[in-house]
């Protein structure tokens, strides 16, 4: 069984800076099933990043996805007061059928 | 616009059957996997299970095995999840998501969620 450790656990920072977000996988993952969502309180998640670099529809583009194997990457280039939530990586595994969640990085104002 | 509708907010006693509802519109609702996500009280997501109403062929999460049955009505494009005995730690925050299409299978659209309240 996959897991995903997500770090760091909280980060805080200022609208304006890039944030830096880590998914680690304790095997390897393909590229194609690993995704990011977005969660802000009170909300459900929304997809953000799928593939690990493809954003989804109506993404901006301060959102990117990077990675492979078992080190993936979201990077927001300069943040809007409105992206400060809890984001979180999830993989696809095919066989057996079944999705896998990071434990969350909630990104909060400084 | 694709949407998936969620029924509304429960609160039961431990013991107690529950089922709640997710309606698919906006697409053909028999195309596409709905999976289940709890969220219990300040944590994170569970993937549960997922479910391809075409023929109702349903998978669930090892940790979620036997605790919850996931069904689905294709003539009315809904989806089911239902607990026989509900307990305290089943109060959570559910969700489904329509699952994309290949190579990603993304959780791409969800619906609003249900809060479930078990208490006695």
């Known amino acids: 069984e996959i897991v995903l450790t997500q770090s760091p656990g909280t980060l805080s920072l200022s609208p304006g800076e890039r944030a830096t977000l880590s998914c680690r996988a304790s095997?390897?993952?393909?590229?194609?099933?690993l995704a990011w969502y977005q969660q802000k309180p009170g909300q459900a998640p929304r997809l953000l990043i799928y593939?690990?670099?493809s954003r989804a529809t109506g993404i901006p583009d301060r959102f990117s996805g990077s990675g492979s194997g078992t080190d993936f990457t979201l990077t927001i280039s300069r943040l809007e007061p409105e992206d400060f939530a809890v984001y979180y990586c999830?993989?696809?595994?095919?066989?057996?059928?079944?999705?896998?969640f990071g434990q969350g990085t909630k990104l909060e104002i400084k | 616009e694709v949407q998936l509708v969620q029924s509304g907010a429960e609160v039961k006693k431990p013991g107690e059957s529950l089922k709640i509802s997710c309606k698919g519109s906006?697409?053909?609702?028999?195309?596409?996997?709905i999976a289940w996500v709890r969220q219990m009280p300040g944590k994170g997501l569970e993937w549960m299970g997922i479910?391809?109403?075409?023929?109702?062929?349903?998978t669930y999460s090892p940790s979620f095995q036997g605790q919850v049955t996931i069904s689905a009505d294709k003539s009315i494009s809904t989806a089911y999840l239902q607990w026989s005995s509900l307990k305290a730690s089943d109060t959570a925050m559910y969700y489904c998501?329509?699952?994309?299409?290949?190579?990603?299978?993304?959780?791409?659209?969800w619906g609003q969620g249900t809060t479930v309240t078990v208490s006695s």
């Open positions: 998501a329509r699952r994309g299409d290949s190579p990603y299978y993304v959780l791409e659209v």
């Open positions: 906006g697409y053909k609702f028999i195309n596409y996997w």
């Open positions: 479910i391809y109403p075409g023929d109702s062929d349903a």
């Open positions: 095997q390897t993952v393909s590229s194609s099933f």
């Open positions: 593939g690990a670099s």
């Open positions: 999830q993989q696809y595994g095919s066989s057996p059928l079944r999705y896998t």
